[in-house]
């Protein structure tokens, strides 16, 4: 039997048995289509084609990984292929890029405190470091949202080489502006008996001098902003730090003048004359420095007082600002003179006052805002001249800023 099923020599030769093809099986060999119970007629039996598997469900068995392209084109696909796009847009698309955030320009390190303080009966001009702080904001003004900077975003756009420190300070195009435009501010009708008074005294001049002084700085070339107003009890904490009778300026998040109001009312009742003067005085010496940080004088000054070679230089690089500073306020108090107005019994506390304000009065004697004579020699020139460019302390001898 075996050897009856085996092909014989020349099965597999052209015109052999095995090449011959093979006959159907018998149709009784076939089984019927409605012998198997439950079963539609097979595929088979109609002449269609048998299909070798249910139609996937969509979703169903989806793959683990990316599909695998394949092919037998060599080489990388034509340009704009939408086939290779759509795979490389779902399983290799382009890593984002990284953008470095700009970040607005940093806090002063040092603060300025620009002061007016009472000593023996004078007024003396002072100067401390404050820190900045954000988190607690004890005026009611606020503290405003940092803005943004104005570096370009694109690290490849050419620089300007930046001012030297030197030249912002003695040659600053505020001191080309010209006489400061008449304001035509009456001086504040409040009288400081209390600190709602004080507040509302010194709110109204401040929006007096954003007037006067703000077509000053943009003539020069500089973005004007409105600076702050702060009025503390003594030890109260506020955005710029825990303040203790000392009027001060913090140049952090557009600069602030925060000023103490409680030994006002008192001194407010055995001199008025002084004490309107000196509360003009005051807050135009602070308005002073906010103009000089608008300007970049005052970031200046503290860049050269930091590379002063000791410190005596550096005592000079103070000050040349404060003086300046003392200047300015003087420049303002001038385009007022006629409606505020500085005449009379007023006109004669500035003058005292301008000859009784310097380092001699001060408890500790540090040469950092100018003696007497100086003070009086600056506050002169602005008065007389209305005129910022008569305020350039930083081109005097050193005998005018001792």
């Known amino acids: 039997m075996a050897n009856d099923a085996a092909p014989k020599p020349g099965h597999f030769l052209p015109g052999g048995a095995g090449d ?75 890593p984002i890029p990284y953008v470095e955030k700009k970040r607005s320009k940093a806090l002063v390190s040092g603060l300025v405190a620009g002061a007016l303080l009472l000593v023996g009966g004078g007024v003396f001009a002072a100067v401390k470091l404050l820190p900045a702080y954000d988190d607690f904001v004890a005026n009611p003004m606020g503290t405003p949202s940092v803005r943004a900077s104005d570096e370009p975003a694109d690290g490849n756009e050419p620089v300007a080489a930046p001012t030297p420190d030197v030249v912002v300070a003695k040659e600053n195009k505020l001191y080309r502006t010209g006489k400061l435009a008449p304001a035509n501010c009456r001086e504040p009708q409040y009288r400081p008996t209390s600190k709602e008074n004080v507040r509302a005294y010194y709110q109204t001049l401040l929006g007096c001098l954003d007037k006067a002084w703000e077509p000053a700085v943009r003539k020069a070339g500089h973005e004007f902003r409105k600076p702050r107003l702060i009025i503390f009890d003594n030890g109260q904490e506020t955005a710029c730090g825990v303040q203790h009778e000392v009027p001060s300026y913090c140049a952090a ?63 000079e690089q103070d000050r040349r600002q404060a003086l300046q500073a003392v200047c300015l306020s003087s420049v303002f108090l001038s385009t007022v003179k006629a409606t505020f107005p500085i005449r009379g019994e007023l006109l004669e506390s500035y003058r005292w006052r301008s000859k009784h304000n310097g380092d001699e009065d001060s408890k500790d004697k540090v040469r950092d805002h100018g003696s007497r004579r100086n003070v009086e020699l600056w506050m002169g020139r602005g008065f007389g001249s209305a005129d910022p460019g008569s305020c350039n302390t930083f081109v005097a001898a050193p005998a005018k800023v001792s």
């Open 20 to 94: 011959q093809p093979v006959p159907p099986p018998p149709a009784s060999a076939r089984p019927d289509a409605t012998s198997v119970a439950g079963t539609s007629p097979s595929p088979a039996s109609s002449g269609s084609t048998p299909l070798t598997a249910p139609t996937p469900r969509l979703g169903a068995e989806a793959p683990a990984g990316p599909p695998q392209l394949s092919g037998s084109r060599l080489g990388p696909p034509p340009p704009g292929d939408p086939a290779a796009a759509a795979f490389k847009a779902r399983y290799q698309p382009e």
């Open 253 to 315: 998040d557009g600069g602030a003048v925060t000023l103490p109001w409680e030994g006002l009312p008192e001194k407010y009742g055995k001199d008025r004359s002084q004490t309107r003067i000196d509360m003009a005085q005051e807050l135009g010496y602070l308005y002073g420095v906010h103009v000089q940080e608008l300007t970049g004088i005052f970031e200046a000054t503290e860049n050269l007082g930091d590379t002063a070679p000791n410190a005596a230089a550096r005592l």
